[in-house]
Structures are given as C-alpha cells and as structure tokens.
C-alpha cells in the first residue's frame, strides 16, 4: 500500500466519524456543552491513537483486537452513564453491545496468541503511517458500527417499549448465536489434528462458507432496529450503521479477503469448489 493510500485512509476514516459525529449529535444530550454522542467519537480515536503509540514503539499487534472491544465497552457505558437515564431500550441496547465486545475481542485475541501473530500485520507493523491507518481505522469502525446504539442511548427521548425492541433483541439474540456457534465450529475444527490443511464445510458451516459474518450482520441490524424509536432529528442517518457492518463484511476486510486466502490453498480441490458452488457464501441456506 502506498503512502499516498494511507494516508488518504486516515482522512477518509476521520471525515467519516466526523460526519457520523455531527448527525449523530442532533438534539442528543450534552456534558459540559459538549454532545455527549461526539465526545463518544472522541474517546474512541483518543483510545485507539494512545494505543497505536504503543504498538508502533514495539512493532506489536498484540492488544489490536483487544482494545477494538474495549473501546465498545468504554463508548458504550460512558454514553450510558452520562446520560444518566436507564429506561429498557437503552439498557439492552448497552447490554447488547457490551456482551458482543467481551466476547469478541477475547476471542480473537485468544486466536492470536495460540498463533503466535496476526498475519495481517506482518508488514503493516513496519510502516508507521500504516499502523496509523489501521488504528485510526479501528476506531472507525468502532464509532460508525456503534453508531446508531450510541445516538439511541445519548437521545434526550425516551422511546415507549414497543414491537420494535422485542424483534430488534431476538434478532441480536440469533446473530449473536449464530457467530458464537460458527466460531466454536471452526476452532474446534481447526484444533483436531485431522483436520491439517483442510477446510471446514461441517456445521454452520454447511450452509454457509462464512456463517459467523451472516450472525454479525443480523446482531447489529438488531441493535439498529432497537435503536430506531429513540433516534431523532438527524440521528435517524445514524442508521447506516448496519450497512456499514455489511460493507466491511462483504467488500473490504471480510469474506473478500478471507476468499481469497480460501482460493489460494484450496482452489484447485475439486471438493472445494464443489463447495463454494453449492454453499451460499453469506447467507445461512440449506446447500444448493
């Protein structure tokens, strides 16, 4: 990647936060005539860019992920006590997504230490320009994923309990599910010593090649949806958040990359492509 690209991936993620700042803080609460929902977006970049300097100085990966789920914890419950206000809706939007984090960020911090590197930072940690992209990043995608939880929770309404809440938590309930399951699924898979140089097309996995992202997708459509009654003025646009998710999902860093990682190894299976043709590659569906 060239110096010209990170860079522009830097300004591209800061006029992305700011404008999701911006809407996102329309008639929300305030502390100390600050919007609490932009401070939010604060937090996250001062979080991910005090970080980044300890990465650099040690050319490490090592805390990426884990700090990517503690800045969602640490946005989240900062907007939730500086609100100050603890209605249902806002309470289980909070719980959602600090739930989510918990177990995501230990998770794949786990998955890095059995192997002892991210593969992805490999060159990335040698380039300072680079790490910075990729911290800055982090906190983009903290900030506009949890954006529309956010702007509910620092609403100066308090939306009545309604269908919406119901079908927005048991949609989170599912994806949550779902990506928690697959996961298990494919560490357990890779753990058997059996399975060495193979790829999994069991479980989840049978019905599609990238099940965990599907119950990602659906667990923040939830939260979106949950959120939906709260949000007012220009906090409605904060619902892009979802689409946001499935961008980065299906175009940037998710099943794009992973792939093509897939086609390089097993490309030239006849299983495999057996596989990739029947096996839808987001959506659960019974194979073709």
């Not at 995501?104 to 890095?112: D, K, V």
């Amino acid at each position: 990647m060239s110096l010209a690209q990170q860079i522009g991936g830097i300004v591209l993620a800061l006029v992305i936060s700011l404008v999701i700042a911006y809407i996102g803080s329309d008639l929300g609460a305030t502390v100390a005539g600050l919007p609490l929902f932009a401070l939010c977006m604060l937090i996250a970049f001062g979080v991910n860019w005090l970080l980044f300097i300890h990465s650099w100085l040690n050319r490490s990966e090592k805390l990426f992920d884990l700090i990517g789920s503690f800045t969602f914890v640490l946005v989240t419950l900062t907007a939730l006590v500086a609100q100050g206000h603890y209605d249902v809706r806002v309470l289980l939007i909070s719980v959602a997504i600090v739930v989510w984090a918990l177990r995501l960020g230990p998770f794949l911090h786990g998955r890095i230490v059995k192997s002892g590197e991210d593969r992805r930072f490999r060159y990335i940690k040698q380039s300072f320009t680079w790490l910075l992209m990729t911290w800055t990043m982090q906190a983009n995608w903290v900030f506009v994923t949890a954006a529309c939880g956010l702007a509910a929770i620092t609403s100066s309404v308090v939306a009545p309990l309604d269908w919406t809440l119901l079908v927005g938590f048991s949609l989170w309930l599912l994806g949550f599910g779902v990506e928690v399951i697959a996961d298990r699924q494919k560490s357990a898979f890779k753990a058997d010593p059996g399975n060495d140089g193979r790829f999994i097309q069991s479980g989840l996995w049978a019905w599609s090649r990238h099940p965990n992202y599907f119950g990602e997708i659906l667990l923040w459509a939830g939260v979106a949806l949950m959120a939906y009654p709260a949000l007012i003025g220009n906090q409605i646009f904060t619902l892009i958040a979802p689409l946001f998710v499935i961008a980065q999902l299906t175009l940037v860093s998710g099943v794009p990359m992973l792939e093509r990682r897939a086609d390089k190894v097993w490309g030239e299976e006849e299983a495999y492509r057996k596989y990739k043709r029947q096996t839808p590659a987001l959506m659960l569906w019974p194979p073709r």
